[in-house]
Structure formats: C-alpha cells, structure tokens
C-alpha cells in the first residue's frame, strides 16, 4: 500500500499550519518528514492517521480516499487500519503488554486463539514474548518503546506512522532502536512516514527524507541528496552542520568570494537569486599547517585562515577558521594552535552553491 | 485539484456512517446533558431573580417592584452586610495566616509528628461546621462550660467570654476554615520546584530569608487564591454565625434571608434582593480568583518533588507544637469530646463527677421513627445523590476536556456557576422555583437531591477533571488508531483510567451531602428532613444531649467514609 498526499491543508483557527503540500510514499519505502519544532510535520502525520480532520486536499491510503473534506469524505482513524507509534507510546497502563498489543486485535473482533497467537508472534519479533503478562509500570522506557512497535505491527498495518517515537530515549538505546525499525520495516515492505527533527534519524534511516519548515515542503530527497546538495541555505544548515561563505559570480564565468578569491563550486542547477553563498561540510575540508605552498592542485579551491577557536570532541576536533572574510568549521584529528596559520583545500564537488532568499537570516 | 469522483463514491458505505453514529451517540448524549445542567444551574437563579422583583411570597398573586433593592439600602440590611465582610476579612487574614504556617510547619520544617496531625487536620476539614459551632456553644455559651469554670470554680469572673459575638464568630469560623487553608496551600509547598531555595541558599540565604523572600513570594498566587475562597466560603456560611449570630444579634447577610424567610415578619422578595446581592460578591470573588490562578500558572509549580532540606525548628519548636496541637485540640478533638461528654449526660452539668450517665440519647435514636426517618433520608440523598452528582460530572468533564462540542465553554461556564452561589441562596431560589414550576416536586427528596447536586457539582468536575487532563490524550488516540470508536475509545481506555478519581469524587460528594445544611434549610419538609436538620432542630430546642449523640453518630460515618478514600487513593496510587 501506498500513501499519496495532494494538496494537504490544515488550518487552526485563522493559523495556516500546512500549506497546501502534496508527496507520494511508495510501498516498502521509508519515508521521513524531517523538520524544526513547528513546522507542520506532526500535523501532517496526524492527518495521515485521522487524528485530525484536514482541512483541504487528498489522502490517499493505498487506493482508498481517506480524507478529502471538500468532498466530504473522511474516514474515521479506527477505520484506517495503520499502525502508529506515538511520541509518548502511549502504552495504555491499565492493561498488561499483552493486552496492549492484542488490542488492535480484539477490537476488530478477531477470535481469542487468534489474538493470543498474533500478540506472540508480533512480541517475538520485537523480543519482548517473555515479558507478555507485565505491566507497563514495570517496564523500561525501551521496553515500553518495543510495546508500542509490537501493537503498530500486530494488525499487520497498511501503513506505519511514526511521531517522533525515540525522542524519549537516552542516546545508545536510540542507535539501537533505530537498527531495529528499520529492519521491521523492511520485513513488514508497508510505506512508512517518520516524523522526526533529529537530522541523524531522518539520514540514518530514510529512502527518502522531506524537510519542511513554516508548514511547506523545503526540499524532498534522498538522504545524499539533502547532505550533498541541499536546495537553499534553511535545508543546508539544518541537515548536518556547514559553514557558508559569501560569494558572487565573475564577470565571465566562475564565482569569487567577497575577498576576491576564485573558488570552484558544484552550481549545477541552483535556483536564480540575488544573493548566494558556498556551503562547505566541515569534514570535507582538509586543513594544514602554515600558509599556502603554490597553487598545488588545479583541482582543488585552497583559503589561507587562522585558527580562531577550537573545540575538542574526542573522534576529531572542531576547529573555527577565518578565511577569506568568513568562519568555516573544518573536523580534522591533527592539532592546530589557535591562533595558528593555516592552509584549507577542498574539492569543487564538496563546494556547493546555495541560493539566499531574502527571508534566510545570515 | 481534482477528486476521482468514482473512487469517492466507491467507498464502503459503513466507512462514514459507523463515524456518525458513534460519534453521532456522544452528541445526543451531550445536549441531554447541557439542557439537563442548565436547567440545573438556571432555574434556581432565575427564580431568584425573578423574586427580587416581586412583592410577595413564591406563589402568591403579586406585583413588580424595586422595593426590594431599596430595601438593600436599609440601615439593617447595610449593617449586616458591613457585619458580613469585616467577619469574612477577620477570618480569612487569621485562617491564611494559621493554616500557612500549619502547612509550613508540616512540610518545610523537621517537625516530628507530622504523621499525626497530618490526618487530623484532614478530619478536622470533613467535620461538620454546624456540630463544630455546638460543640463550641456548649462550651463557650455564658452559661457553658468554660464560663462557669472562670467564673464559679475559680473565682475569676474577668476571664469571662462570650461565644455568642462577632468574635466568636470569627473564632469558630478560623477553626472551620484553616483546614481548608492547610489543604490549598499543602500543594503548592509540596509541589514547588526546589531549585529556587537552592538557589537562594546558594546565594547565602539563611533558611528563615530563604522562606520570607524566596518561597512565600513564590507561594504569593496560591496564598491570594486560597485568601479568597476562604473569604467566599466565610460570607456563605450558614451554621456558624446562623447558630453563634441569631441568639446574639450579630446578623450576616447569610442569616438574615434565613430570618427573613423562616420568621415573621417574613419577606421573600428582600431575602431574595439579598440572595442577589450576596451572589453577586462572592461571583465576583470567585471570578477574581479565577484570574488569580490563570495569571499564576506559569509560576514555581512544576510536579517535581524535590527533596528540600527541612529548615530547622531549633528554639521555635515549642511554638511549632503549640501551634500544630493547640489547633488540633481546639479544632477537633476537645469538640469531640465535649459532644461525647454531653451525649450520655441526662441533664446538662458542666461538672462531670456530678453528672448522671445515660445511654438513652443514643437509644432514643434507634427508637425514634423520626430520627431514623432522617438517617435513611440522608443515606438516599447522599449514596443516590452522589452517584448523579458524579455521572453529571463525569459527562461534563469529558464534553468540556476531551470531545469539545459547540457550545462546550458555554456547558464549562454553568458548571462552575454554583461555586459562586451561596448554599442559602440556592435553596431560596429553589424556593421560588418550585412554588411556579408545574412539577411536583416541593417537599420531596428529589428536590433535595437536586439542589445538593447542583450546589457540589463543581467539586466532582474539579476532581474528576483533574485527574482527566493528566491523561495523556495520545492514549485515546492510540486506541482511535488501532481501531476502536471513540466510543470504545472512551469505554476501553478513558474510564478505566479515571476511576479511581471517580471513587474520589463519589465520596467527595457523600460526604458533602451528608453534612450539608445550607441548601436544605429552607427546603424540606417534615417527611424529608436529614440528619443535618434534625441535628439542628434538636439543638434549637436545647435538646443538647440527642443533638450531641446524633452529631456523635454523623461524625462517625463521616469519618468513616473518609477513612475509606483515603484507603482507596493509596491503593489506586500504588496500582
């Protein structure tokens, strides 16, 4: 099953929260809707599951309309048939784990044997079979967590829905969770949107990734897609981290930055605008001592900087650069003064243009 | 954008309509309930109103009028209202101050015997006030004990006292009303986030500093708060200063509509202007304390309970005790004892090695067709009562909090309204209504239970709707998602989880409808009299010894029924 969205309007009030966005998930596909808090993502999600009623454009779950109120169609959340894994679990407390995941089940009136053979068989998978008749109050949070992936599995869903689902949960057990679902997802081969802000989450699992912001779509993409070339300075900054510096196009060809350097950068397909600036990831710039030995590698962009702060973080340190009228964080594991003249070089294709709108905040 | 049309018309038909009907089901529930609370809540104030204009008594062919706010402005009315709000102000300075300090003492302080008046203080808050004031007559009257110990045993007629005065009113009225004060303030002291007395301990703050520039400044929202329910809960007050006030001539507004209504020369319109009058300042206190806490709830309280050091009591100790036992003892326990004492006593003797003992109060109860008349009364007042009070309530809550219909602040709005209504008042409104209203239902227990119901209705709403909003709404949804109607939703999952404040609330309102005497005084009947009244009829005609025996028994059940929740909330709490 698929999940098609078209023109997807919520309003609260006079307060537009989704902006009229449309995107296909395809069956089997991962899909995450990555953004800041606020930015419509969980609305989105929420309309999907029927929790709340859009206000305008088209659901489509499969190929079946869910929600499409301007012709007055919209099926109640109990009649969608997805499995969801909210933000708090929302682990019912008075029942057992059991309880909890065969409910899915017993509501839709599935025989007994049946229920308790489902309610196995989906504990199983999350490994939780031994923990069956407990009560949520005596469960950890990952435990709690694996409780409510076993009862979004058990129906065996048309779509899973996830709101934020490892937020509540401390860092490593996080990484694990994250190995966990995606491998369920893949077994289980259903279209699947995952809401979160963490960036890492949205890269680390997803086929596809949708920033948004302000209640509108930014960028949809691959994973690598956003990272490499990310479509304006809002996606840049928000998936993963980068450093920005000003640049503006030669009167023949080719860019140079404010301090009239030449650079070489990847501009393939960068929207018209009034203003730009070059993104550079920090691990992707190699950084040595002293100052620039020649042009080494016509290949290559090289600035010549300082050492303006540095920030040890164990794997590499964090170092801040001014070069060329700018602060570029580079990632490296040798160790530079602050203070200390240095040389970057970085290759074109780790250089890419980005358009400045005239909202962006510099 | 276009729809594939066909697609549309496709769907099953059972899809939207099996949406309509649970949904359609909640709603036909909803307006029953909001015509059934608007009626509730209307009637009675309209019939007020409408009574304030009139210049005869309910049911009596008459004429429009102002008189009757004229009549405000008389010398008599004008003083009981002045009598009115300096008792109210007395009393609720004197109740903050004492029941502050008690809840500081308990919670703040290494005070050692916390365990013990803890649960005292919370018997004290159910004990009635109407039995409270006797116990206090008994004792203070000019011919009661304690006059009678100054004056005759120890010769020293300047220590006289008389309970029957504006201060004694104020007195009986503080001990009332510190429990109350204690229970609103232990919250917010308990719950208040230690981090700002850390801070300013860390800032070199002694803790006595700590206390007056950091917590009581913090506790500043909840202390005026709690200032003025007290306050609104002093003004409408019925048994105290009816029972202290009427044989001393210390008239409050409360007990002047109870003259005016119940002795000659009666005069319904007047007491109903001054039902409107005093409507109107505890509405506006109320709603004033509304804005209070609205305007405080971004502040200090954030449920982390911390463990905060305890501020040492050190040379104060004494005072601490004093402070703690005195009220106790004062409050609850030589009350108690009073009333037991003159209970099995056969006449009245201040003496107890020259009293006569009898059990025969307590037999006249058993025997007494009209007492245990009474006592079966209250019990279907208070155990069918209290069931409507909390399915109402239960039905508010979740129209109000969850499901949010039209109209739903409009229903949320009438809820709260009898909070501001003086139990005196809603019984006089009642009064008017049910003497033009074509039901027969003057004079029945039915009437009882409905002006009962309507009076307390915003304490099951509160404790139910407390626990209501705890409940993560995800829970709900969850159940939505996983294919349950919000129906089920609400059978499944809603109210299993707000049981046991539902337990709570059944007995908040048992309680409350047992001892309750300021909305049944003017409306029953002989047939329908309840405990509370017959305590109080007896006590009118000085028939000390059966009223004591029965406020006795009433206190017992009280307590008992008290022990009981406390028992379930620990265990709910535990589950």
């Known amino acids: 099953m698929s999940i098609s969205i078209e023109n997807l309007t919520k309003r609260y009030g006079p307060l537009t929260v989704v902006h009229g966005i449309s995107f296909n998930v395809a069956k089997g596909e991962f899909m995450s809707l990555l953004g800041p808090s606020g930015c419509g993502k969980t609305t989105t999600l929420r309309c999907i599951a029927g929790l709340e009623d859009a206000n305008g454009g088209v659901i489509r779950i499969g190929d079946r309309i869910v929600s499409a109120p301007e012709q007055d169609v919209v099926v109640s959340a109990h009649e969608r048939q997805i499995g969801m894994v909210f933000q708090s679990y929302a682990i019912w407390p008075h029942m057992t784990v059991a309880g909890n995941v065969g409910f899915p089940l017993a509501i839709r009136k599935v025989a007994a044997q049946e229920v308790e053979r489902q309610v196995d068989e989906a504990l199983e998978i999350v490994g939780m079979r031994h923990l069956r008749d407990r009560h949520p109050s005596q469960l950890s949070g990952g435990q709690q967590q694996r409780v409510a992936l076993a009862r979004a599995i058990v129906g065996r869903p048309r779509v899973l829905l996830f709101d934020e689902p490892l937020s509540n949960l401390d860092a490593k057990l996080r990484e694990g969770t994250r190995t966990e679902i995606k491998r369920l997802q893949r077994e289980l081969d259903v279209a699947t949107v995952y809401v979160t802000h963490d960036q890492e989450e949205a890269l680390s699992m997803s086929d596809r990734v949708i920033v948004m912001d302000g209640g509108r779509i930014t960028q949809a993409g691959t994973p690598k897609e956003l990272y490499r070339r990310p479509a304006n300075r809002f996606v840049a900054d928000f998936v993963g981290r980068a450093s920005f510096i000003d640049v503006t196009r030669m009167n023949g060809s080719g860019w140079s930055t404010a301090a009239g350097v030449r650079l070489r950068l990847d501009d393939a397909g960068a929207p018209p605008a009034t203003r730009y600036q070059a993104m550079l990831r920090p691990e992707s710039i190699d950084i040595c001592h002293g100052a620039a030995r020649g042009k080494a590698d016509e290949s290559d962009n090289i600035l010549c900087g300082h050492v303006v702060e540095s920030h040890y973080l164990g794997a590499y340190t964090e170092y801040l650069v001014e070069a060329s009228g700018a602060k570029l964080k580079v990632h490296s594991r040798s160790d530079f003064d602050v203070g200390a003249e240095v040389t970057l070089r970085f290759a074109p294709e780790f250089c890419r243009l980005v358009a400045l709108g005239d909202e962006d905040r510099v | ?575």
């Open chain 2, 1 to 575: 954008m276009s729809v594939d049309a066909s697609t549309v018309h496709g769907l099953p038909v059972s899809d939207t309509n099996r949406r309509s009907s649970s949904r359609g089901v909640l709603m036909g529930v909803y307006w029953v309930t909001f015509v059934l609370v608007a009626a509730m809540v209307a009637i009675p104030v309209i019939a007020l109103v409408y009574g304030s204009f009139r210049t005869s008594a309910p049911g009596l062919p008459g004429d429009w009028t102002l008189r009757n706010y004229a009549g405000l402005a008389s010398s008599g009315v004008l003083s009981s209202m002045s009598t009115t709000l300096v008792i109210g102000l007395f009393t609720s300075v004197l109740s903050i101050i004492i029941g502050t300090a008690i809840a500081l003492i308990l919670h703040r302080t290494d005070f050692r015997y916390g365990r013990i008046v803890m649960p005292l203080i919370g018997l004290t808050f159910y004990f009635p006030s109407f039995i409270l004031a006797m116990a206090w007559i008994i004792v203070g009257a000019p011919g009661g004990i304690y006059n009678t110990v100054v004056d005759d045993m120890l010769g020293m007629p300047w220590l006289r006292a008389d309970i029957y005065t504006a201060a004694g009113i104020v007195f009986v009225m503080v001990l009332h009303q510190v429990p109350f004060v204690y229970l609103t303030m232990r919250g917010p002291i308990i719950g208040m986030d230690p981090i700002y007395e850390e801070a300013a301990n860390a800032a070199g703050a002694k803790p006595y500093e700590v206390l007056l520039r950091v917590t009581l400044p913090l506790l500043g929202y909840s202390l005026i708060s709690s200032f003025i329910l007290t306050f609104v809960m002093t003004i409408e007050q019925f048994a105290i200063p009816a029972l202290l006030g009427i044989p001393g001539q210390v008239t409050m507004l409360a007990t002047q509509l109870y003259l005016l209504v119940r002795f000659s020369p009666t005069d319904y319109g007047l007491a109903a202007a001054i039902g409107v009058a005093l409507s109107l300042i505890t509405g506006a206190a109320i709603w004033a304390q509304r804005r209070v806490t609205t305007a405080g709830r971004l502040t200090t309280v954030t449920g982390k309970a911390g463990r905060i050091k305890q501020i040492p009591l050190g040379h104060w100790r004494w005072a601490a005790n004093l402070l703690c036992f005195g009220f106790v003892f004062l409050g609850l326990i030589m009350p108690m004892v009073i009333l037991l004492y003159t209970s099995v006593l056969k006449w009245f003797t201040v003496n107890p090695f020259d009293g006569m003992y009898t059990l025969r109060n307590y037999v006249f109860i058993w025997e007494s067709g009209s007492t245990v008349g009474s006592f079966t009364n209250t019990l279907i007042v208070s155990g069918v009562g209290a069931a409507v009070g909390v399915l109402l309530g239960l039905l508010c809550c979740y129209f109000t909090l969850r499901l949010r219909p039209p109209g739903y602040r409009a229903l949320d709005f009438l809820v709260s309204l009898p909070f501001g209504v003086p139990g005196v008042v809603l019984g006089l409104g009642l009064l008017w209504a049910y003497a033009y209203l074509p039901l027969p239902l003057y004079g029945t227990l039915t009437l009882m239970i409905i002006a009962f119901v309507t009076r307390f209705l915003p304490y099951a709403t509160e404790t139910i709707g407390g626990q209501m909003v705890q409940i993560d709404k995800s829970l709900e949804e969850a159940a939505w998602v996983n294919g349950a109607t919000r129906l089920q939703g609400v059978g499944k999952i809603l109210l299993p989880l707000v049981s046991p404040s539902l337990q709570g609330a059944y007995f908040l309102l048992f309680m409350a409808f047992f001892r309750e005497i300021s909305s049944a005084i003017l409306i029953y009947s002989v047939n329908t009299s309840v405990i509370s009244i017959s305590i109080w009829s007896f006590f009118e005609q000085a028939n000390w010894g059966l009223a004591s025996a029965l406020a006795v028994v009433a206190t017992l059940i009280i307590f008992v029924a008290m022990a009981l929740i406390t028992r379930m909330v620990s265990t709910a709490g535990r589950g």
